[in-house]
């Protein structure tokens, strides 16, 4: 699995990407409401063919992504 990473100006800590990929779990498969360890909005998860996005609602805010699930 490769990790991938937005070009977001904070760049996701360690920490908050494995938070976040851990996210998109639970909302992908449990349909929870998460939200960003930053701020404090709803985190959004897209899936786009085998790859997914955790972002924050405010998308300035902080995001991460995985391909080849
Ligand atoms: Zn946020």
């Known amino acids: 699995m490769e990790l991938t990473m937005s070009r977001q100006k904070l760049k996701p800590t360690r920490d908050e990407a494995s938070f976040l990929i851990d996210a998109a779990k639970?909302?992908?498969?449990y349909s929870e409401d998460?939200?960003?360890p930053r701020c404090g909005e709803l985190l959004t998860y897209t899936e786009i063919g085998n790859s997914f996005t955790v972002a924050c609602s405010d998308e300035m805010c902080i995001?991460?992504?995985c391909r080849g699930i």
């Open 26 to 29: 639970r909302i992908a498969w």
């Open 34 to 36: 998460v939200f960003c």
């Open 63 to 65: 995001s991460a992504g």
